[in-house]
């Protein structure tokens, strides 16, 4: 029998490097949940993207990365930067208002530095980081924002921490009672409380229980002590992201 597109549910917004991955595993462990494959679909960011289509045409666009899921279960994909790019979420909105959206945030000094050591490893950063947060605040940015592997997003480590801005985007297009905004260390170190607290905003049965095992060295992977001495970018993170955790705290009472 030929699948019929539908609706997606939910999205994991955001934020990169704050484990997103984990979370999508967690989630797609659930019997009443189907999470894309591959988790990240990239649609809304695609420089293929046109804001003028469809509902219908949004959807037959990601059926197939929902191959074998039951329409009965939730559907939801998880992509980071549809947080961090200023129109996705009025894109989303539009798409489908009742959506469901959840971020994840990390110390965003700590998020950025796993950032960087990311993209060293992917062979696409050659700087050191204090010179590579100097361009940045500069305008390192070279080419359309979502042409593919662009800087733009590629080497926005100071940027993708600046969370209040980003929350602030969502808040104004969607309903409080649909965003779940989430703290990495939570998951990391109050697994299954965290996911019951996820299972419930999802509608889902949170009596559930997914073991921490299943993803354990992903997540753990993401808190690792980064290689070399980032004393001096951390000191540089702090002072650019001042603000961040005054801003974190007093609008929304999360503390990083």
């Known amino acids: 029998m030929q699948q019929v597109a539908k609706d997606l549910d939910f999205v994991i917004a955001g934020a990169q490097k704050c484990g997103t991955t984990a979370l999508a595993s967690f989630l797609d462990a659930h019997p009443g949940i189907s999470m894309a494959t591959p988790k990240e679909c990239h649609l809304f960011d695609s420089p293929d993207y046109r804001p003028d289509w469809s509902r219908e045409q949004i959807n037959s666009r990601y059926l197939p990365h929902f191959e074998g899921s039951p329409a009965s279960t939730l559907w939801g994909e998880a992509t980071p930067a549809y947080l961090f790019y200023p129109d996705i979420a009025g894109q989303l909105a539009r798409y489908q208002p009742e959506l469901k959206l959840i971020v994840l945030l990390r110390d965003p000094v700590e998020r950025a530095i796993s950032h960087y050591r990311m993209e060293v490893t992917r062979g ?25 592997l662009n800087a733009h997003g590629r080497y926005c480590y100071r940027r993708r921490g600046q969370y ?3 929350l602030e985007r ?3 297009v969607f309903p409080a009672e649909q965003i779940l905004v989430l703290r990495q260390l939570d998951l ?8 019951r607290s996820v299972f419930s905003f999802l509608g889902v049965d949170p009596a559930v229980e ?3 095992s299943l993803v354990k060295p992903i997540t753990r992977q993401s808190q ?15 002072t650019l992201l001042a603000g961040e955790r005054r ?4 609008s ?4 990083l």
């Open 124 to 148: 696409h950063e050659r700087l050191p980081l204090p010179l590579a947060l100097a361009l940045e605040y500069c305008g390192r940015h070279g080419g359309p924002p979502r042409a593919p």
């Open 164 to 166: 209040a801005a980003q």
């Open 170 to 172: 969502l808040y104004r």
């Open 188 to 195: 990391l170190h109050a697994h299954q409380q965290t996911l």
């Open 210 to 212: 997914v073991p921490e």
């Open 224 to 238: 690792g002590t980064p290689s070399g001495d980032f004393r001096l970018s951390r000191a540089l993170l702090r």
């Open 247 to 250: 801003r974190l705290q007093r």
């Open 252 to 255: 929304w009472g999360i503390s």
